[in-house]
């Protein structure tokens, strides 16, 4: 019962946090004069990473790598089947032409490096986390890029969408308490979510990898379901298809990344013989999904095929 009461107040922790470390880098990069298209590719990007950052560095500072792993590969598989899933379920999302160009290659990409790096020695090693940052920090400038050179106004009305226009106006001194309590509430909620759930696995006798693929996943995954899902009932387009995959490639970017370099990661064999593979599966059936049979738009029954997925995977994963 303590575990159940240490994960349920984990969670609860880390999405006050990471809505409070949202709303404090916004408002800060405001004072800096940057851009919304620079804040919402960057600051918004890496704040929304933090929960899973966080539960990842503290699973591994505590000897959990398989559950630093399984929180990263579970909760991109998550995003895609389960988020996407139930919001395409809602209200049916429209493809824009960047998925198929940028966003799509670029998660296969980050998944494929991911997969390399990890079969090659069963280690994601300091230098390997290194790699994948600084390919995190290419992939950041070259979309930034891309963006101004295309000079689209959608693109940037989308980010209008997404950024508190009123954060603009927060004093220092707001800004600071934000930071502040965003910063503790993810502190002390990924240390209570990654005690609770060893708690459980021990208890239960199941992997932490296993904990990790799938409570901790979810947790880490709330904070895009709850607005993903806020966002399709109020019909609004202040999600898509573009974020989600964005999350993915920061979680391995910057997430396993930063965590690696920190502390290496040893890798459970198991998990590249089957976890791996369901991530990087749900990535790429996503294509044949958006082109049949109604090309650039994810309808409700395709979002169905992805959510019968997920309960699959969540199937095997415990049956395993």
Known sequence: MESVFYIIAGFILLVVGGDFLVKSSVGL????????????????????????????????????????????????????????????????????????????????????????????????????????????????????????????????????????????????GKIFIWLVIGAAALYFGSEFLVTGAKNIAENLGISKGVIGLSVVAIGTSVPELAASIIAALKGEKAISLGNLIGSNIFNIGSVLGLTAMISPLKVDPKMLENDIFWMIGVAFILVPLTVLPKKNIFSRYKGFLLVAGYVLFMYFLFVR
């Open 29 to 172: 990069s405001f004072k800096f004069k940057l851009s919304k298209l620079i804040i919402g590719m960057t600051v918004v990007s890496f704040a929304t990473s933090a929960p899973e950052l966080l539960v990842s560095l503290q699973a591994a500072l505590d000897g959990s790598a398989d559950l630093a792993l399984g929180n990263v590969i579970g909760s991109n598989i998550a995003n895609i089947a389960l988020v996407l899933g139930l919001t395409a379920m809602i209200a049916p999302i429209v493809v824009d032409k960047s998925f198929y160009t940028i966003n799509w290659p670029g998660m296969l990409l980050f998944s494929g490096f991911l997969y390399f790096f990890l079969k090659n020695d069963l280690l994601l090693s300091r230098i390997e986390g290194a790699i994948l940052f600084a390919a995190l920090i290419a992939f950041v400038i070259f979309m930034i890029h891309n963006a101004r050179k295309s000079n689209k106004n959608d693109e940037i009305t989308d980010l209008d969408d997404e950024i508190d226009g009123n954060l603009e106006q927060a004093g220092y």
